[in-house]
């Protein structure tokens, strides 16, 4: 989605009535002088025993305003997770649009690890818990968040209606720590790319791919981000907070599941996900 695209995007995300978010904590966004790049989610007032997992997320068209996804966000962060949203409220686009796609800027993504490695266990971030961190984001922000995944301080991935422009580029077939990609069907620009890079993944890579015929918006301007938004709830409480009921949700079937909803899923490797219980 291209700049200016998403800026129309955003009126309509944050001016649709937000219903209550699902997760056991209230959620919203804030900004720190000391991360002036990004847009904070967080639970409201948690209990001082609560950890919180980290979640850095890349916007679409890789703009640098970070509430697009402000209902999507604020929902995934009421489950007991800290994210770091690329840019800053009401922030630009970005200029290279497109193009940067298939060579992205990572430096947002960097930064905020760089920046909670820093302060995870201080003041306000004492409970934070940077050992479980994840990049994720969508469209042109699933880049950023691939690209910067080798990163050591990284343990997961998620795809959001993405996929790498270069089908040579090698990174699919390196990639070794788990991986998620949440697609948006046949009609999604990004199909035919996230298709082909979750086929050269390597086979010992734990990955799970799921479609939802809705194309490449997904349902992130629905309340709580729609059926996106319960998958990504569940990936960031299982990958991140080690809760095997939101395990079943991608490895079950029927009622209550990812298949349940929807989703046309495939997957391999599951069980080599091994991630304690912070509850």
Request: charged share 10%.
């Amino acid at each position: 989605m291209t700049g200016d695209g998403a800026e129309i995007w955003l009126a309509k995300v944050i001016a649709k009535q937000a219903a209550a978010r699902t997760g056991p904590y209230s959620a919203s966004w804030s900004t720190d002088p000391t991360l002036p790049s990004h847009v904070i989610y967080a639970p409201t007032n948690p209990p001082t025993t609560l950890k919180l997992p980290v979640l850095v997320w890349g916007q679409t068209g890789c703009t640098y305003n970070g509430r697009i996804f402000d209902a999507f966000l604020t929902e995934v962060a009421s489950h007991g997770i800290l994210i770091l949203s690329n840019g800053t409220p009401n922030g630009p686009g970005n200029p290279n649009g497109i193009a940067e796609t298939a060579n992205p800027n990572t430096t947002l993504h960097r930064t905020a690890i760089d920046w909670v490695t820093k302060n995870a266990g201080t003041g306000k971030y004492a409970g934070v818990e940077v050992s479980r961190l994840a990049v994720a984001g969508q469209s042109c922000g699933g880049m950023q968040a691939l690209f910067v995944s080798p990163d050591p301080r990284v343990t997961a991935i998620g795809i959001f209606n993405s996929g790498v422009i270069n089908a040579s580029d090698p990174l699919p077939s390196q990639t070794t720590k788990p991986i998620f990609y949440f697609l948006g069907g046949p009609t999604d620009i990004a199909y035919t790319n996230g298709e082909r890079d979750y086929t050269f993944l390597p086979a010992s890579t734990p990955k799970w791919k799921g479609n939802l015929p809705v194309g490449h918006g997904g349902t992130f301007s629905q309340a709580n981000g729609g059926k996106f938004g319960v998958a990504a709830s569940r990936w960031v409480q299982w990958l991140l907070r080690g809760n095997v009921t939101a395990a079943a949700y991608f490895t079950g079937t029927g009622p209550g599941s990812a298949t349940g909803d929807g989703w046309a899923t495939v997957s391999q490797s599951l069980d080599g996900i091994k991630v304690t219980s912070l509850d």
